[in-house]
């Protein structure tokens, strides 16, 4: 195994610029992210960007709009035989729902999502449908999820009247490097379990769609950030503590606060760097004709094969790129001789961090912390920003774990760790409580074994 530093310094790095395109994009954002973008993402427009991928998966293009138009209601209101003096009324609210409709409240079935509104916009900052639908796009039981065929009742047919179906997509949509495609398991199976349930489809998809989306996010950085130490098997979760938004007091010494959001947060900061340095280091002769970036378990794993004359190559081509990068940015930082493969690839992060421009790095790391803020994230005081579940997010994994028969209470915790969702003792005090004023938990003893969470369904 050899560095190809031709390839990287034409590719992935000069003086001037730090790129990615060599390869299949790992994150759906670029260094453009900012809070702003985030909220509108992810609290204004979030609805649209979940009806962006419900047209994706169904084979549609993702963008949609009918524009500007006048629509005439008088047939239809002859055929409904509305009363003349409710005309003026009926149509204002056809005019909301065909011209404006836009929001979650106005959907009556998961079908109608086709017709939710999203115009395309010119260099988006987040592609987090095109990048779900990427995760799910060989799921073919997600496909007719949104069948616009089905039986549809008056107000569907209103909708489908006036507002017709997306163009079909004929080109295929770039690709992402996922790293955790199993994920995208768990994701379709819980969605496709609230498809059965179309009045809780309506009210919790998007927020599961929203959660997914973190949650592949986070999960990323963090196996990222722990380099070779990683394990990207199937099933292996990054522990994340949450608490829940009702608890009167959160100690520093809590587990939600030591590996939380700050945690994150910090592995978040060195995202730039590190998957910089992923992708130099994946420029190889062992990866020479792959558009995805190798996995630093996957690196180490070939350099603890090479003879040990190549190994002192290998990390001799790594401090020597280092080098570059220092002398390029004309940088006064001396370099070490690396003994160890970790030594090698903890340096060259380093560098990148020095070397490269402050606020994109930032910009970079904090569009998953904003987005993690938008809906699972709560202040508390000097112990700052934690992860929190608020009643509706408890509501829907409630649904998506117990589903339709009860399940054990250290089932349904279990459960929540398969979907990144950890909680501390205090915090498993708290939920047991909010079961019971719920009426969701039976307890045959006050052994954990022998307590049940019934299904909200």
Not at 91 to 113: D, F, R
Not at 120 to 146: A, E, G, V
Not at 242 to 256: G, K, N, Q, Y
Not at 373 to 378: C, G, S
């Amino acid at each position: 195994m050899e560095l190809q530093r031709g390839i990287i310094e034409k590719k992935v790095i000069t003086s001037k610029k730090r790129d990615l395109n060599a390869f299949h994009q790992m994150f759906p954002f670029n260094t453009n992210a900012t809070k702003l973008k985030v909220d509108e993402t992810f609290k204004e427009n979030w609805t649209g960007e979940f009806a962006s991928f419900a047209r994706l998966i169904s084979g549609y293009k993702g963008e949609y709009s009918v524009g500007t138009q006048t629509n005439d209601f008088e047939p239809l209101l002859n055929e409904m035989s509305i009363e003349p003096k409710d005309h003026d009324e009926f149509i204002a609210l056809l005019n909301e729902l065909v011209i404006t409709g836009e929001t979650k409240q106005q959907l009556q079935h998961p079908n109608m999502l086709l017709h939710l509104e999203r115009v395309d916009l010119k260099n988006r900052t987040f592609k987090i449908s095109d990048y779900l639908y990427d995760l799910c796009k060989d799921h073919t039981s997600l496909q007719n999820m949104f069948n616009p065929n089905e039986e549809n009742d008056v107000l569907q047919n209103i909708t489908k009247n006036f507002k017709p179906l997306p163009e079909k997509r004929e080109k295929s949509l770039p690709t992402f490097d996922h790293k955790l495609p199993w994920l995208g398991e768990l994701f379709t199976d819980d969605l496709l379990f609230l498809r059965n349930h179309p009045d809780f489809f309506i009210k919790y998809a998007d927020l599961v769609t929203y959660y997914y989306t973190f949650f592949l996010l986070s999960q990323n950085i963090i196996k990222l950030s722990l380099l070779e130490q990683a394990d990207y098997s199937k099933g292996n979760i990054e522990q994340l503590y949450f608490t829940l938004d009702w608890e009167p007091t959160v100690s520093s010494r809590r587990d939600a606060v030591r590996k939380g959001f700050k945690y994150l947060e910090e592995m978040a900061g060195k995202l730039f760097s590190t998957q910089l340095t992923l992708a130099q280091l994946s420029c190889n002769t062992r990866n020479l004709e792959s558009e995805t970036m190798m996995e630093f378990p996957t690196i180490k794993s070939i350099f603890d094969q090479l003879s040990s004359e190549e190994q002192g190559m290998w990390l001799e081509e790594v401090d020597a790129q280092s080098t570059s990068i220092i002398e390029k940015s004309k940088l006064q930082r001396p370099i070490t001789k690396s003994e160890t493969f970790s030594d090698s690839v903890k340096q060259l992060i380093s560098v990148m961090t020095v070397s490269s421009p402050e606020a994109p790095q930032g910009r970079y790391g904090n569009a998953v912390t904003e987005i993690a803020k938008t809906r699972i994230v709560k202040q508390r005081g000097r112990n700052g920003n934690v992860f929190s579940l608020n009643q509706e997010m408890l509501t829907m994994f409630l649904i998506v774990i117990v589903r339709s028969s009860k399940m054990r209470l250290q089932d349904v915790y279990s459960e929540l760790e398969r979907r990144g969702v950890f909680l501390d003792r205090y915090s498993r005090i708290e939920f047991e409580n909010t079961l019971e004023k719920m009426n969701l938990l039976i307890k045959m003893s006050d052994s954990g074994e022998a307590q049940y969470v019934k299904s909200i369904l």
